[in-house]
């Protein structure tokens, strides 16, 4: 079985300054990692995915993340951050071989003017 | 436009009654699943479905019901044995099923039972 945590429930940042949002996880085989964002009274939508290849994945409106398999570790990253950046932030994870997709508890992400 | 749509956005029934929540999508994909969102528990798995006439539980299915006569209707019932049934209930669904392929998800429905 796998497990993912986020262990920051909040964040609020300063507009136009980074931001890291943290998501460790813990898996017996090797993973698919993903990132997605909600925002409020809404669905979720794909941030970006680590599947294969480069650890270093880009994905939309500015964000990157990191996959660090000896920290088993997939951070998210966006070097400035603006007001429409405010929602919610999951990070999940799915085993190679076996569809069961693992969310974590989620980050709130709260961009302060 | 291609999408999931979930009907209604908001629910409110009576304890006791049973609710049937609505999930099209003409995304044309295979696979739909039903999750559930609770403040500071992130998404749990209810239901998914990855072929018509055919569906498995997931992690939380006691008191909930679904079918899957047709590849772009997954619909949620939730019975009255559901113990704790107001949340936020999120459809989604992917291309193959596969664990590499991403998730598509509905605006959700807010259920409250009272």
């Known amino acids: 079985a796998q497990s993912v945590t986020q262990l920051d429930s909040q964040v609020p940042v300063f507009e136009e300054a980074p931001v890291e949002l943290r998501c460790n996880y813990s898996s017996s085989v090797s993973v698919y990692l993903f990132w997605y964002v909600q925002y409020p009274n809404q669905g979720l939508q794909l941030l970006l995915k680590?599947?294969?290849?480069?650890?270093l994945v880009k994905g939309i409106n500015g964000f990157e993340a990191e996959f660090n398999k000896s920290q088993t570790s997939f951070h998210l990253r966006k070097p400035s951050v603006h007001i429409s950046d405010t929602a919610e932030y999951f990070c999940a994870v799915s085993p190679l071989y076996r569809e069961k997709l693992t969310f974590g508890t989620g980050t709130r992400l709260t961009i302060i003017p | 436009d291609g999408g999931i749509t979930q009907s209604p956005k908001y629910l409110f029934r009576k304890e006791g009654q049973n609710v049937t929540l609505s999930c099209e999508q003409n995304?044309?994909?295979?696979?739909m699943y039903w999750y559930r969102q609770d403040p500071g528990q992130g998404l749990r798995l209810i239901y998914y479905s990855q072929i018509v006439n055919d569906f498995q539980k997931g992690d939380i299915a006691e008191g909930y019901s679904v079918s899957r006569e047709k590849k772009e209707s997954f619909p949620l019932t939730v019975t009255s044995a559901q113990k704790n049934p107001t949340a936020f209930y999120l459809c989604?669904?992917?291309?193959?099923?596969?664990?590499?392929?991403?998730?598509?998800f509905g605006n959700g429905t807010r259920l409250t039972v009272t």
């Open positions: 680590y599947l294969s290849g480069s650890t």
């Open positions: 995304l044309n994909h295979d696979a």
């Open positions: 989604a669904s992917s291309i193959s099923g596969q664990s590499n392929s991403p998730l598509h």
